[in-house]
C-alpha cells in the first residue's frame, strides 16, 4: 500500500498507532498497514523470530478449519476479529469449493473494515460489520450478520488468533457461550489463541510490553487457560493441541518457531 493513497481511510482512523490488525496483515505478508505498523512488527521480529511462522501457522490453521467444515456440510461462517482479509482468507476458501456459502466478516478496527469492504463489498454472499466482538448481541443483531446467515442452519463460528486481545476482565469464555448460544446444534466454533510460551519467558513478556503499546494490548494464555475457555463442550479430534497438530496436510513440517505459537481447537455446539 502506497503511504500516500488514503482517501479510502476515513480521517478519523489513526493510522500513526501501530494496530494489532495491520501487525498481523505485515507478518502474513499483506499490504495492508502502515509505516507505523510495520516498524511495531519489526520491534517483534527482533525479539522473536516466532512471530511470521506462527502467524502463518494460524492463517494455514484457519483453511483448514474452514474446509473441514465445508466438508462436514456448514456452508456458513461468522469470523470474529476477521482482521484484514490477506491472502488464504475465509471467504476465499469458502468460495473455492462453494460460492454460495455465506461469509459475515465483523472486525471493530476501521481500517480492516475499510479494506475488507473494499475488497469483498460487491460479493452477495459476504458481509462487513464493524463492530466489537466483545458485545454478542451487537454482532448478532448487526444487518449484516442477522441479514446474511441462517440461525436456523448450522453456523461455523470462527475466533481464530482474537481473543488474546479480550482480557480476563471481559470474561472471554462468557463472550464465547453467548455465540454458542445463538446458533444451532450442528454447528462449530474454531478457536485459536497465542500460547505462553513461543519463546523464552523473558522475550513473550518482553512482546507483551510491545503489544501494550499499540491499539491491541495482547494477554498471553497457558493451556490450561485456553482451554477454560471452551468449556466443556465436545472437541473434534484431536482436541486442543498446537494449530500445527490440528489435522496437518500430509506432509507438511512446519517451522520450529511456529510450531509452539498458537493453541487451537474445533468445538461441537449440541
Known sequence: MSETDLSWVDGDVDVETPNAARMYDYYLGGSHNFAHDRAAAA????????????????RAFLQRVVRYCLDAGIRQFLDLGSGIPTVGH????????????????????????AHTYRMLGDVPTVSVTQADLQDPQAVLNAPGVAGLLDFSQP??????????????????????????????????????????????????AEIGRLYSSTTNAARHRSFADFTALLGNRELVDPGAVYV???????????????????????????
Open 43 to 58: 520491534r517483534a521480529l527482533e525479539v522473536t523470530p516466532a512471530m511470521i511462522p506462527g502467524a502463518r501457522a494460524n
Open 244 to 270: 500445527t497438530d490440528w489435522r496437518p496436510s500430509a506432509g507438511s513440517v512446519p517451522a520450529d518457531s511456529a510450531r509452539t505459537a498458537f493453541w487451537g481447537a474445533l468445538v461441537k455446539v449440541e
Open 90 to 113: 475465509v471467504s476465499e476458501i469458502a468460495h473455492a469449493v462453494d460460492p454460495s456459502a455465506r461469509v459475515a466478516y465483523v472486525d471493530l478496527e476501521p481500517v480492516a473494515v
Open 155 to 204: 453456523v461455523a463460528v470462527l475466533a481464530v488468533a482474537v481473543l488474546h486481545f479480550v482480557p480476563d476482565a471481559k470474561d472471554p469464555a462468557a463472550i464465547l457461550d453467548a455465540y454458542c448460544a445463538a446458533v444451532p446444534t450442528g454447528s462449530v466454533l474454531a478457536v485459536s489463541h497465542i500460547t505462553d510460551h513461543y519463546d523464552t519467558p523473558e522475550r513473550v
